[in-house]
């Protein structure tokens, strides 16, 4: 067990300010107070305020202070880590200015509210000291605390934690948990690119250098992106790490951004892959296909989430701005490369699918792009949360009454643009090209696609508890979706005649799609949390054709498999590597989850291990929560699926 003193070391180490960005224009001050009193109650995961609570606690503190961009002081630090003595516990947190309101005495005996400006604590994760055997490892678990508080505890940015902080929004702050040997942060966005691939030995080290290279942007302004481009080009070239990388980081910054407040980083985006795709940096082709990744898993997800149910009723849009973004600079490329799209005689199979998916890509993001051409938005792409945060100028809050009714909305998408004549001959060719393609399966199935997302683990906990657990996606398909997308097709005028779309309806109704029927689905999504029950708001006919091997994976790797592969070697290596495993949660109450492998046939049942009559336990690791006590596996033959075997206990990976 670590002594006060190593435990101290770690925290030193973990907010050395060489560890941090900040704009030339912010200054950062870390305080250490040996004994500071603050407010101090904890529910359901949430850090009261002062406003909600009386209890108070004494803790050494180490305060991260961020001084405003004209250098005024900072009186709230931004993070915070906590240490408690006694109960050798660490606590991360950090603080967010917000609109709120506070009690005062109008009157002697009168208490009245007004408006005002509060700092909200919020509680990033908590760390419990007897688990660490060397001073590395606490300050590595640290690290990624601080790195979630910076940049939000989930890729999908739903409650407030889970956000950004507005500093890193607005490109003042960034955290590199591998920290450099600087006495003094960074201030040059450059520098961040410099600090890319290094690090190799931890699964986040893809993230973090997505997080680098988008604090860069964030932080530069439109005439500094190239040299972000050449910094980018030159750091890959300095330390052996191939070009290929490159697209890699791109795709993962795509994964893991949010964009409320909506800045200029979508612009710096799209400068940079421009830049990118400069034959002396990586090219058009590669760029081609990070522009076509996006453009199709954009349209997915707005296939699920759209903007009529979901996103605050659409008040929340920025996905739509992106996916304009990207469509322009898409469309350009065609303009100017309609070879890496066009079918060619010479092409090999690989060369014929890949251009196929970037067709796809183009009539993918079309659609969406024409379905939201004129749809009502607020005056900026907000959510009643984020809403509430103080911005600086220019931003400005949006009236309240645009975030709850999309009647009283001024704004249009793309109302000053219309989709039809930024198509060049070129452009509109390839998408006459992507309706031939609807010959496939592959594509017509394409047209109905979507993504929704999941915490199985979570469902344990109560309503407005916060919720850490492992984020799983699930590819789903309707058909009704893909059949009204082909009569948009038509509509807008891309089919030759009436006998053409019904064949292409008679092929997608004789389409083989085997999945696992949204209607099925145990229906105990908790209130305000994202569930595979979201399908069934979207279209009545969803089903669910696997788990993202991404997601899987990173749910799998804190839980011991090696019990199952001594017990059942064949369902572990399945579990481990088949592409088309779909592990969800159960429909009866039975077991809890299952995992269905292509056929649809059940290979694998998990169970939940608790004492009887008890509540699942759950214990936080490296900023996510999993079921303490494990999960109990039972492998099935398909042939004879009614009558599993007992097979192994899967326990967590401390």
């Known amino acids: ?46 850090l009261l305020d002062a406003s909600r609570t009386r209890q108070r606690r004494v803790f050494e503190s180490w305060n991260v202070f961020l001084a405003g961009p004209a250098g005024e002081a900072a009186d709230v630090p931004r993070l915070s880590i906590k240490l408690d003595v006694d109960e050798r516990r660490v606590y991360v947190t950090r603080n967010i200015l917000m609109y709120g309101w506070e009690a005062y005495e109008q009157a002697p005996g009168v208490i009245a509210s007004r408006p005002a400006q509060k700092w909200i604590p919020e509680l990033v994760g908590t760390i419990d000291l007897p688990r660490f055997e060397t001073v590395a490892a606490l300050r590595g678990e640290l690290s990624t605390y601080v790195f979630l508080a910076v940049i939000g505890t989930s890729r999908l940015p739903i409650t407030s934690i889970e956000t950004p902080l507005p500093a890193f929004m607005l490109g003042q702050l960034a955290y590199l948990p591998h920290g450099t040997a600087a006495s003094q942060p960074l201030t040059d966005p450059r520098t961040l690119v410099g600090q890319m ?123 739509a701005l992106l996916l304009d973004a990207l469509l322009k600079l898409y469309l350009a490329m065609i303009d100017e490369h309609a070879a890496s799209f ?118 344990f906990k109560q309503p407005g508890e916060v919720d850490r657990t492992p984020l799983l996606s699930y590819e789903a398909f309707s058909r009704e979706i893909a059949e009204r997308r082909l009569r948009e097709l038509a509509r807008y005028g891309l089919f030759s005649g009436d006998a053409r779309l019904e064949g292409y309806v008679r092929s997608l109704n004789s389409l083989s799609v085997q999945g696992f029927p949204a ?74 989850m299952t995992a269905f492998d292509r056929a649809m046939q059940p290979r694998l049942v998990f169970d939940i291990v608790t004492a009887r009559g008890d509540q699942p336990r759950y214990v936080e690791l490296v900023g996510r929560e999993y079921l303490a006590d494990g999960l109990r596996v039972f492998a099935s033959s398909p042939a004879n699926s009614s009558k599993p075997s007992v097979a192994a206990l899967m326990e967590l990976r401390r």
Not at 212 to 233: F, H, N, P, W, Y
């Open 197 to 319: 691939f290094c690090v190799d030995s931890v699964s986040d080290a893809p993230l973090i250098d997505a997080k680098l290279l988008e604090a860069a942007l964030r932080a530069t302004d439109a005439q500094g992106v190239a040299s972000l481009a050449d910094a980018l080009i030159a750091r890959c070239r300095g330390c052996g790490v191939a070009l290929d990388d490159i697209p890699r980081v791109l795709v993962s910054l795509f994964n893991h951004v949010a964009l409320s407040p909506y800045t200029s980083f979508v612009d710096h985006l799209v400068a940079l892959l421009v830049d990118l795709s400069d034959p002396r940096r990586l090219g058009h082709e590669p760029v081609i296909d990070v522009v076509s990744y996006m453009l199709r898993h954009l349209v997915r997800h707005l296939t699920a989430f759209d903007l009529i149910r979901f996103h605050n009723l659409g008040a929340n849009y920025p996905d």
């Open 519 to 592: 209607s099925r689905l145990p229906g105990t999504q908790r209130p305000g949390t994202v569930a595979l029950e979201d399908a069934q708001k979207t279209a009545t006919d969803f089903v669910f054709l696997r788990t993202t091997r991404q997601s899987l994976s990173e749910f799998l790797k804190h839980y011991d498999l090696q019990p199952l592969t001594d017990a059942a070697p064949e369902f572990a290596d399945w579990l481990y590597a088949d592409r088309d495993v779909l592990l969800i949660r159960s429909p009866t109450t039975d077991s809890f």
């Open 342 to 459: 066009e079918p060619c005689a010479e092409d090999n199979d690989a060369a014929v699918k890949q251009k196929r998916r970037r067709r796809r890509a183009l009539r993918q993001a079309w659609l969406i792009r024409k379905q939201y051409e004129g749809h009502r938005v607020p005056d900026a792409p907000t959510s009643p949360g984020e809403n509430l945060q103080v911005l600086p100028q220019p931003f400005a809050r949006v009236p309240d009454e645009q975030i709850a009714r999309p009647e009283t909305r001024r704004k249009q998408l793309y109302s000053s643009q219309p989709l039809e004549p930024l198509l060049a001959e070129s452009a509109y060719r390839v998408l006459r090209q992507s309706i031939d393609d609807l010959s496939h399966a592959a594509e017509l199935r394409e047209l109905g696609m979507a993504v929704f997302l999941d915490r199985p683990l979570g469902i």
């Open 1 to 46: 067990m670590l002594n006060d003193q190593q435990i101290r070391t770690a925290v030193t180490d973990a907010l050395n300010p060489g560890c941090f960005f900040v704009a030339a224009t912010d200054r950062l001050r870390i305080v250490h107070a040996a004994n500071e009193e603050v407010v101090w109650e904890i529910f359901r995961g949430h």
